[in-house]
């Protein structure tokens, strides 16, 4: 027990020392930290529920994703088989379950078409599965049914693409220090400190953004645009503001430029009429076709449709050849500037609908520290003053340990980059009642040797002894209900796991180890023959 | 200066002889508590059942009843308003707009905030939550489990630990914990939302924390005392352990208690149901999960075989203390 060694103490006193020196860079102010040399920065990062803010959850849909791709591919499958050398007549195309199936006109060139359709397919996953399966059914009908490999891998990269989408458009909003995670396989997070109307966020989040430019079909019956019926190769869209007052519109279905195309949107004004709109510009292709197609249709009117609703459908008055076009629309300066957000960090590869918004606003994160801080305080100084009040000498020793404990546990979160929320401060008080529960288990331990007439010296070890076994068992349970939670939790229970786990491993150290050093440095001092306890 | 000793030396009470009425009080108490929560059912908060909450903070207390009939004519669907924390914040609940999107939920919280800044000037927003329908099961799924998995979790490591009859004293009394702070949020009305399963997890681990303490005593005694009659042994654990575990407790609910009175009205339901969960924790450590290891036939040489495994960890033990 009194045989301490001298590197052991060196060992116990520089690692909290270390500790308690990580959690220093937590405590300066912005302006000093951001100064630091860029090792020391590492401080305890505050929750939104502390700085104030927004949490966003976004989740896509991968059905859509799904549908999407097989769009996709009965365009590549008509381009090719039509397109392609030799022609191949297909009919009776169908996407339904999911599938696509069509029919090969000549019986004779199945063959060639499941050739030709092979090399359309991709590798999806690690087991050298392909995205589709082709198949011939009834000896003239392809169906290329989806694999469930191609799928996930279109979901995973479509997720990526839209990361990166958010990304720029939240960088474009001027917002600061944006927190963009993927979730799960088909949601992302996003964490915006100190923005307190999530609204605007929002809205931009939600816009695809998917621009189009295509003719509209001057050539439909009105009536039975109304119905909804459009004439071959026309499609009816959704038309809200159209000024002849029928909600839709018929337009064809080729697309004349797409906002793929698109180097620059800028929100600007309307020169005749002063209102807000979008001034786009083209890339050099885009340009040429816009101008290809606007002298061919001079005088006949075209749609801009965004994310498959026409925005309006102004007429060709004279070719447009600058590669410059303008979007009008019934836009506010407000929600013109967030469309030309939206198209110049590109369009979404699948939509994202808000299915968790969390928002905290300043205030209420300024109080939430302020009487975290306040709890905090009084918890430490009414726990410190109880332990005193029974254990006097070994009450202090503990105190001491509790006190270097809470700063340590800042030094480990910093090192970590951990989280503090509201709920991690709850955790901390906790912590607090928790980390001396450790020396009272060795102190009454100690008591009670004392009682059954065991001398000083030998309480003292035999009460660390037995006590230790203790606390390493009912630790370890603590810890197995803290790993669930920080595995299993979500927002509020993790920040909590957080501070709870590495609380029960740091308050061990420092209520164990660093404690008995104490005691066993005094007792080598002063020798003594009866002790307060 | 005289040290504060909160239970006397030499305390001796009979918790053991008084197992059959502790167990029927105990049984009564957790049926009642089941029974408030099938009766009364909890109040759920926009984590566990979706939704949407704006928390406001009017300059001074509003008229509920006027509140509400401003909300109500705004035709945003059946609103719930709650005071929260002091008297001029009010939390106030609406269903999410079933159609629409974002958008529609966007509509709705603006439509509330221009309608009470109009009617309550001054009055500043705190806070927003919307959470689906889908995230809503999610999280509630996720919250069963986390507790499922940490009862069972630490009743499996009990039992390897020691003799199978810790693992069910221990699991037994740990659902009584948690059906007791269920009972609590059902008969107050707390609002049940994700800081509370982190509170009833936290429970989950105190109390065992408390039960591993003493169940360690009784081995220990088992192993110093092999003649000792069960119940003599039991009683002399638990009495031995009694002033750490009174102490501990004290310490915790002094902390919790500064963290009732200054934490702020967000972590009031979570540090509430944290204080009942270590008073039950305690009393099931006490009255309840030791004298039910004699219900369940723990005897001193049930103990012995398994002490072969006990005794190797001891040893190892031994050479990891001899340093100090």
Known sequence: MLDFPRWKIWLIVSSLVVGVLLSVPTFFPERIYNQLPSFLQAKVNLGLDLSGGSHILLEANPAEVAKQRLENMEEQVRTELRRGDPKIAIGDISRRDGKLAFMVRDPSQVDAAVERIRPLTQGAGLTGQRDFNVEVVDSSTIVLTPTQAGIDTAVNQAMDVAKEVIDRRINEMGTREPTIIRQGSNRIVVQVPGLQDPAELKNLLGQTAKLEFKLVDISANPAEVAQGRAPVGSEILPYPDNPSGVPVIAVKRQVMVSGEELIDAQQGFDQQNNQPVVNIRFNGAGGRKFGRVTSENVNRPFAIILDGKVLSAPNINEPILGGSAQISGNFTVKTADQLAIALRSGKLPVALTVVEERTVGPDLGADSIRSGIIASAIATAAVLTFMFLSYGRFGLYANLAVVINIFVILGVMALMNATLTLPGIAGFVLTIGTAVDANVLVNERIREERRRGRSVLQSIEFGYKEASRTIFEANVTHAIAGGIMFMLGSGPVKGFAVVLLIGIATSVYTAVVFTRMLVSLWVRRHRPTEIHI | ?324
């Open chain 2, 1 to 324: 200066m005289r040290l504060l000793k909160l239970v006397p030396d030499n305390t001796n009470i009979g918790f053991v002889a008084m197992r059959k009425w502790a167990f029927a009080l105990t049984a009564l108490l957790t049926l009642a508590a089941v029974a408030a929560v099938g009766v009364r059912g909890l109040h759920m908060g926009v984590d566990f059942v979706g939704g949407l909450m704006i928390e406001a903070r009017f300059t001074e207390k509003p008229s509920m009843d006027k509140l509400r009939g401003d909300i109500d004519s705004l035709g945003v669907g059946n609103g719930t308003l709650q005071q929260f924390g002091d008297p001029n914040t009010v939390s106030i609940r609406l269903p999410l707009p079933e159609e629409g999107g974002e958008g529609a939920s966007n509509a709705v919280v603006a439509k509330v905030k221009a309608e009470l800044t109009k009617s309550y000037p001054g009055v500043i927003f705190t806070r927003y939550d919307t959470v689906s329908g889908k995230v809503s099961g999610e999280l509630v799924q996720k919250g069963v489990l986390a507790v499922m998995l940490a009862v069972i979790g630490i009743a499996i490591f009990s039992w390897f630990r020691y003799e199978w009859q810790f693992g069910v004293s221990t699991f037994v009394a740990i659902m009584h914990d948690v059906l007791m702070t269920l009972g609590f949020f059902a008969i107050t009305q707390l609002e049940f939302d994700l800081n509370i399963i982190a509170a009833v997890l936290t429970i989950v681990g105190y109390s065992i924390n408390d039960k591993m303490v003493i169940d360690d005593r009784i081995r220990e005694n088992m192993r110093k005392y092999r003649k000792m009659d069960m119940k003599a042994l039991i009683d002399l654990s638990v009495n031995e352990t009694l002033p750490r575990t009174v102490m501990t407790s004290v310490t915790v609910m002094l902390a919790l208690g500064a963290l009732l009175i200054f934490g702020g009205h967000v972590l009031r339901g979570f540090t509430a149901a944290m204080m009942l969960g270590i008073v039950v924790g305690t009393y099931s450590s006490v009255y309840v999960s030791s004298s039910l290891l004699i219900s369940l036939g723990l005897t001193p040489e049930s103990a012995m075989r398994k002490s072969k495994v006990a005794d190797v960890a001891k040893g190892a033990e031994r050479i990891g203390s001899n340093e100090g």
